[in-house]
């Protein structure tokens, strides 16, 4: 079935950096764009970014542009977004989705992993 | 990139029908047939339950339906469940590739 697990969050002083990671397995990860979304504490969901399939292109909400960097490597079935400059408000939950282009939806979510941004 | 509108909560007794409005605006909702909505409960990851505005995934039971006019897309269950209550989010594609979520809707089943 597919499972993706995501790790590397955690607290972390404003202006700092921290690089979550996405491991996938289940499904041929290197056939599908993916997603990282947030969800800051009692609040809704928020698209962060996206990445093709091959990695060749990305996205950005406009609230993390120039600041955060997603990645990916299909030869370990792993995501990546790099947050640098991080703030007070990317304090969220953040998942790792995939992106159906069959389906146009997010079709199947990891459990999330927290970033805290406090000093 | 301004988030769909969703009521903040909705409640309905077992077996009535509910309806969840998600209102965007013609750069979103109203250009794309790409609407989709998910559940959410406490403490778990979102799951998808209607895509592109009106399908539903295998394994999503019928009683969840999903329909749109103009700039608005709406979710319906019918028959409701105690196991329903959850929280609501819809999603569209919002052009050159970037998507945007509602602000979620907490179904309380009476």
């Known amino acids: 079935q597919v499972q993706l697990v995501e790790s590397g969050g955690g607290l972390v002083k404003p202006g700092g950096s921290l690089r979550l990671s996405c491991v996938a397995s289940?499904?041929?990860?290197?056939?599908?764009?993916m997603s990282w979304i947030r969800q800051a504490p009692g609040k809704g969901l928020e698209w962060v970014s996206y990445?093709?399939?091959?990695?060749?292109?990305?996205n950005y909400a406009d609230s993390v542009k120039g600041r955060f960097t997603i990645s990916r490597d299909n030869t370990k079935n792993s995501l990546y977004l790099q947050m640098n400059s991080l703030r007070a408000e990317d304090t969220a939950v953040y998942y790792c989705?995939?992106?159906?282009?069959?389906?146009?939806?997010?079709?199947?979510w990891g459990q999330g992993t927290l970033v805290t941004v406090s000093s | 990139q301004s988030a769909l509108t969703q009521p903040a909560s909705v409640s309905g007794s077992p077996g009535q029908s509910i309806t969840i409005s998600c209102t965007g605006t013609?750069?979103?909702?109203?250009?794309?047939?790409?609407v989709s909505w998910y559940q959410q409960h406490p403490g778990k990851a979102p799951q998808l339950m209607i895509y592109?505005?009106?399908k539903r995934p295998s394994g999503v039971s019928n009683r969840f339906s999903g329909s749109k006019s103009g700039n608005t897309a709406s979710l319906t269950i019918s028959g409701l469940q105690a196991e329903d209550a959850a929280d609501y989010y819809c999603?569209?594609?919002?052009?050159?590739?970037?998507?945007?979520f509602g602000g979620g809707t907490k179904l309380t089943v009476l």
């Open positions: 989705a995939t992106y159906s282009e069959v389906q146009s939806s997010f079709d199947y």
């Open positions: 289940g499904f041929t990860f290197s056939d599908y764009y």
């Open positions: 990445i093709t399939s091959s990695g060749s292109h990305t």
């Open positions: 013609s750069s979103d909702v109203g250009s794309y047939n790409l």
């Open positions: 592109e505005d009106t």
């Open positions: 999603c569209s594609y919002a052009g050159s590739n970037t998507w945007v």
